[in-house]
């Protein structure tokens, strides 16, 4: 009778247990849930970027249904005499592992995948379009592989055939998809690697020259130029090949032409001739002062034709306007180099908070010079750094973009070239903007940076001076230079001449650019040789040597 009692007794206790604690994990959860919503969320929706916030509301309710059964496995590991309850355990695990898996897939792929294809788009690297959508695919069934296992393990299932049978399918799967897979990590290193990147002028081994379309899971594909179709190449296959990549240092491609003049001709005077008519070529490179003084004497004949006169009118103006952001960009330079002196003096036995202001203020002239301005705004004793671009017309980003909307009017570019060039200086604009926060940002605070800010200044010239705009180099000009005499008839000579040439950008009009230029330049030579020389016979041409 007692025990019977008892017994009834321990029951109703294990009840009111299991109520009360039931009850406090409904008043933790709602606890929880208020600090994450109306404390956390306000503090978050304040910071400048949307990380932190976004992050939060993908974890609300995976946080909540964790904390409820990791309440309730507490709560259960008190009443393991119930017998009821028997079980419950290892189903409040499976939940739990499921649960887990589910909120890693979405911070991988709502935090983690967005925000880094958010970083490439403003960087050089060039994966983002092909390893992030992978990474994007597999991962998330991966994880949800794994905690399938886990979850049957939970409930006591044994893995170990499992696991071994999964090993050896991968085994043979493994055989026999050896080349798919030599493949596919032949494309990862590539992207990896990055030695091109997308929209690059690619000399294959076979002598073909193709523009990089993508880098594929299997397969690379290129646009060859010569045959205008599509060729894809796998990825191990190209990995072994020696390729040339002609866009880089520079997308500038150099040309060599041969032409015979009689050995009756003025030869300096040939020579000068011929070094204007290839200068005076909107599409040639060399000194832009040259250019400009010659440009109106060359292509605009009465027998030109108007697309060839618009051609010239057009470039003049690019080339004045390339001028323009020539100047700009060494005075920028001059001014990071003016303030690389300052900090290098200031640097010594630390900087002070005058010797700081005085950086910050010498800086935000170079800002200013390259179009941006600085809005420094002040929350819950937070500093934030708003980074605006300027409406002045004569400053760096203008310049810039005066220069390629008149690029884009060239008569013989096509409609994909003028996207292309939109495209790469906007992006260009987008990580000069980038770089010029950051940097600011490390001025402003430079902690334990102080003694390096000098350098991060060095970096940022040499990243001007290599990844915006290179300046005009003096090897660049046009070179004429006499390689030979040829003895065609008894009393005839002919002095044969060399000339090299760079041509801007191998990437526009479907890597023919460098054919037009170079037909254009033969046509007003052989213009001028056969209005100088009435003996004039012939130009010959011989077999173009095209290198980089």
Known sequence: MVENLLHQFEKMNTWSLLLSSLLITGLGTGILYVFLLYVLRPIFRKFERDIAIVTLNVSISPILIVFTILS???????????????????????????????????LFIQVFIYYVKEY???????????????????????????????????FGVDLTGIWVALGGATFVLGFALQDILANFFSGIVLLID????????????????????????????????????????????????????????TSFYYHSISIEIPSECDLDASKKLIEEIVLSHPDTLGDIELKLEVMDEYYISEASNSNLIEQQEIGKARVM???????????????????????????????????IENVQQEYQGVLELMGFQVLE???????????????????????????????????????EDQYFISEEWERKINLLKRRAQRLSQKISNPQSDETRLDNYVIDFIKWLKEKVKAP??????????????????????????NINFFVDDIKLEDGKRGDRVRSQIYQEIFRHFKNTYLNWDEIKEKEAQEYK
Not at 340 to 350: H, L, S
Not at 472 to 478: D, H
Request: charged share 25%; with cysteine.
């Open 72 to 106: 309730l496995k507490f709560t259960f590991k008190k009443l393991v005499k119930f017998n009821l309850l028997a079980g419950i355990d290892s189903l409040l695990t499976a939940s739990l592992i499921i649960v887990l898996s589910y909120w890693f897939v979405q």
């Open 120 to 154: 490439t788009r403003q960087t050089e690297v060039m994966w983002d379009d092909v390893l992030l959508p992978i990474l994007e695919a597999i991962v998330p069934v991966v994880v949800f592989i794994f905690g399938g296992g886990f979850v049957l393990k939970s």
């Open 194 to 249: 990055t030695p091109f990147r997308f929209g690059d002028i690619l000399l294959l081994e076979d002598g073909s020259i193709g523009m990089l379309r993508k880098i594929g899971i299997r397969v690379t594909h290129l646009y060859i130029f010569s045959t205008h179709c599509d060729v894809y190449i796998p990825n191990s296959v190209l990995q072994g090949q020696k390729i040339t990549n002609l866009s880089r240092p």
């Open 321 to 355: 306007a390339e001028q323009a952001v020539d100047l700009k960009l060494e005075e920028v330079e001059q001014a990071l180099e003016a303030l690389v002196v300052t900090m290098q003096f200031a640097e010594k036995g630390g900087l002070t908070q005058d010797e």
């Open 377 to 415: 705004e002040t929350t819950n004793n937070r500093t934030v750094f708003n980074f605006q671009e300027t409406n002045d017309k004569e400053v760096l980003l203008e310049l810039i973009r005066d220069w390629y909307r008149i690029w884009i009017q060239d008569p013989n570019l096509l409609d």
């Open 472 to 497: 005009r180099k003096k090897w660049q000009e046009p070179k004429i230079s006499m390689v030979g005499m040829n003895h065609e008839e008894e009393s005839s000579y002919y002095i044969e001449l």
